[in-house]
Structures are given as structure tokens and as C-alpha cells.
């Protein structure tokens, strides 16, 4: 990994010991899930425990104190978190992103940035996302900084700002005088930050995505980011980040499966001419499950691999052709992933009769999610790009989706 070096030890996390206390945190995540989505309670209690287990460091070097895991590992543990509530998973993605932004900036500064957010990440900080706006085009920014002294001030509107709500920190994105993109991250009792539970989605309506408001905002000099990516030219952090939504339909589709078998040994009937006196021996519910079943299996299958097609870029050194494979490897996982949770969760239906449909059931929330994660970036465009590649070699978009 570029311009890591070693720094004075915090206490070692160690990987085994991550992946325990996920599995000791899924009941808890678990626990009301439906209810809290059919309810609108915000699942703050669920990510500050995962921050403080540690699940947030898994990709920090061991020279820091860290675990010193793989893209793989993390792609892991999303898919257990995911499996249990698609919302928190995707609550994560600011803060594993900014991670991994964090390994494979070479900018100046950029080890100074990594000494100083891996021992917040280490004592368990949380990270949300304030750079996207709604109205304009192509991710126009609307945003605006200006210096003012020695330091800046802020102000505009953001709307998608995943997981602020949960955040001691926001990363947003404004245009200076030169109408030049400028990062800062922010922590969230600066007055003039102005978070909002506004998000009105369908499904995923509990990733705390709403409106990040900066009313002239002050931003210390020290708080401003450099900003490493170059026009055209791929970074490793975007794979990351779109296989990071696969993810999370990965275990949409898991979730549906659960839910199936569940709600067929505890509440479905068979039907009147069925030649089965209990649901789970009826042949087309176990039909429908056993669909449902390799749905899930087939969008755990493609995530991993692409995880690990990541892994071998980092392996290369990031070598730009293996970063655009692994590019195309995400694209064609997230296409498989995004369809199979909407399959899963069409196909839980056909477990019972009309009783799957009670709303005390919440059971069109797995579609609803999936759907909605869907809409992130439009699978027909992965399809296209992946067909590009194979037909004429030509690499996928460099527009921060691929």
C-alpha cells in the first residue's frame, strides 16, 4: 500500500477477534429490524456498537494497530451485517469508504491524514457522507467555500448524506473561487452543520440519508482534505465503494431467504387442493424457497470474487489494467447481485397467501430496499460496460460509478 509506514503502536486489534464480535452483534442488529424500518426508528445504538467493536478498522494496517484485513474480509463482515439489516450495512459505506481512500492516497499530507484518522477510527469514531446534491446534473456541485482568514465558510446543500445522522464526523465536497472541488470533514456539533431525518425513500429508509445543510460554516485550514483524484483516471476506492452497494443486495437476498423459511414453518397454510398438510412439505413453497435459496447463494458467490479480484489489484501494487478488471468484476457482481435480491424478495411472496402481505410482516421492505439500492446507478449501464469490455477492450467509465 502506497507511503504506509510505521507509527507508534495503539492496542492491536486482531481480525478473529472482529469477526467474533460481529457475529456477537447480529442478534442485536437483528433484533426489530422489521419493526424498526416499518417505524421509522433510527438504528443508532446498532452502528455506535459496530464502531466500537471495531468492525470500521478491519482494513487498517497492522503498523497502525490495526487488524490489517483484506477487502475480502470486509466484504465478509458487510454480508453477515447486511443479512440481518440492509439498512445499517449500507449506513457503513462513508465510513469504510473514507478508509480506503485513506491506504491509496500517495498525495502530500496523505500519511499525516492517515496517522491521524486511523487513531479515530481505532477509538471508535464514525464517519458519514454529506458530497452529493440533488437538481444538478452529472453531480454538479452547487456548494460553495471561501477562505476567510486563515481558515474557510461554508455553504449549500447536500441530500444522500448516508449515515450523517450517526456520525461524529461529515466528509462534504464544495467548489472554491476556481470552481475547484474542495474536501473537508467536518464534526457534527460545528454550529452552522445542520443534519436532517429527511430521507423519504421507499426502502433503505433508515441509512440517515437525508439533507446535510452548511449554513456558512466555519472550516479550519486543518480540516481541508487533499483531494487525489485526477480527471479520467480510475481510483481503486471507487470498485471498493460499488461493491460495497452488491454488498448490501447480497444480503438483501439473504435476508428475504430467512424470512421465507421463517414465515413458512411458523405461519403459513397449505393451500385447499395442495397434496401437503404442512407448508414446509408443500413441493412449490419448497420450489419457491430453494429459488430464493440460489438467489442468495449466486449474489454471496459473485460479491466474494469480485472482493478478491480487489484484493489482487492492491496485490499489483495497483496496477491501472488490474484496477479496471477489478472494476468490470464489480460491475458484472453488481449486476447479478442487484437482481437476485429482487428476485429473493418477489419470490417470498409465493410462501404463503395473502397473509404474506400483512403489514405487521413488513416483508416488502426486502424489495423495497433492493429496489432501492438498485436505483443507485442503473445495472442496465454495468451490463453495457462489461459488454464494452469484452467485445472491443475498451476499460469502463472513469465517472465514479465503475
Known amino acids: ?29 437483528a433484533a426489530g429490524a422489521a419493526q424498526r424500518e416499518r ?19 478491519c482494513r487498517i494496517p497492522q503498523a497502525y494497530g490495526g487488524p490489517g484485513g483484506s477487502v475480502s474480509d470486509v466484504i465478509g463482515l458487510l454480508l453477515r451485517i447486511a443479512s440481518v439489516d440492509s439498512n445499517v450495512a449500507q449506513a457503513l459505506r462513508p465510513g469504510f469508504g473514507f478508509v480506503e481512500g485513506l491506504l491509496s492516497s500517495t498525495a502530500d499530507g496523505a500519511e499525516a491524514e492517515r496517522q491521524r484518522w486511523f487513531a479515530r477510527y481505532l477509538q471508535g469514531a464514525v464517519l458519514g457522507n454529506a458530497g452529493w446534491e440533488v437538481g444538478g446534473a452529472n453531480g454538479a456541485i452547487s456548494a460553495r467555500i471561501v477562505r476567510e482568514g486563515e481558515h474557510y465558510r461554508a455553504s449549500g446543500s447536500k441530500y444522500y448524506s448516508t449515515g450523517a445522522l450517526y456520525a461524529d464526523w461529515v466528509s462534504a465536497v464544495a467548489l472554491d473561487e476556481n470552481d475547484q472541488p474542495v474536501s473537508f470533514v467536518l464534526p457534527r456539533e460545528r454550529q452552522g452543520l445542520e443534519l436532517l431525518d ?47 452497494l452488491a454488498t448490501v443486495q447480497a444480503g438483501i437476498a439473504r435476508n428475504a431467504l430467512d ?7 411458523e405461519h403459513a397454510r397449505p393451500i385447499k387442493h395442495s397434496s401437503a398438510t404442512r407448508s414446509v412439505d408443500d413441493p412449490y413453497v419448497q420450489l419457491s424457497v430453494g429459488e430464493i435459496a440460489a438467489r442468495a447463494f449466486t449474489a454471496e458467490a459473485v460479491v466474494l ?20 478488471q477489478a472494476a468490470i468484476d464489480v460491475a458484472q457482481a453488481q449486476y447479478i447481485a442487484a437482481e437476485s435480491a429482487l428476485k429473493a424478495a418477489e419470490l417470498l411472496f409465493d410462501v404463503g397467501g395473502a397473509s404474506t402481505t400483512g403489514r405487521s410482516h413488513n416483508l416488502d421492505r426486502h424489495w423495497r430496499n433492493a429496489r432501492t439500492v438498485a436505483n443507485h446507478n442503473p445495472r442496465h449501464w454495468k451490463a453495457a460496460a462489461v459488454g464494452a469490455w469484452q467485445l472491443t477492450g475498451t476499460p469502463p467509465p472513469t465517472s465514479g460509478l465503475f
Open 259 to 265: 424470512d421465507a423459511s421463517r414465515f413458512a414453518r
Open 305 to 324: 470474487r469480485a472482493a478478491a479480484s480487489i484484493d489482487r489489484a492492491w496485490a499489483a501494487g495497483l496496477d491501472p489494467q488490474q484496477v479496471d
Open 198 to 244: 429527511d430521507f423519504d425513500a421507499m426502502g433503505q429508509r433508515l441509512t440517515a440519508s437525508g439533507t446535510t445543510r452548511l449554513n456558512d460554516v466555519l472550516v479550519y485550514a486543518d480540516e481541508i482534505r487533499t483531494r487525489t483524484v485526477e480527471e479520467g483516471k480510475r481510483t481503486i476506492v471507487t470498485p471498493f465503494l460499488q461493491l460495497f
Open 39 to 57: 417505524e421509522r426508528q433510527l438504528p443508532y445504538e446498532a452502528v455506535r456498537q459496530i464502531a466500537q467493536a471495531g468492525l470500521y478498522t
Open 1 to 29: 500500500m502506497p507511503g504506509l509506514s510505521a507509527v507508534p503502536r495503539v492496542e492491536q486489534r486482531n481480525l478473529d477477534d472482529l469477526k467474533g464480535n460481529t457475529e456477537n452483534l447480529l442478534a442485536l442488529i
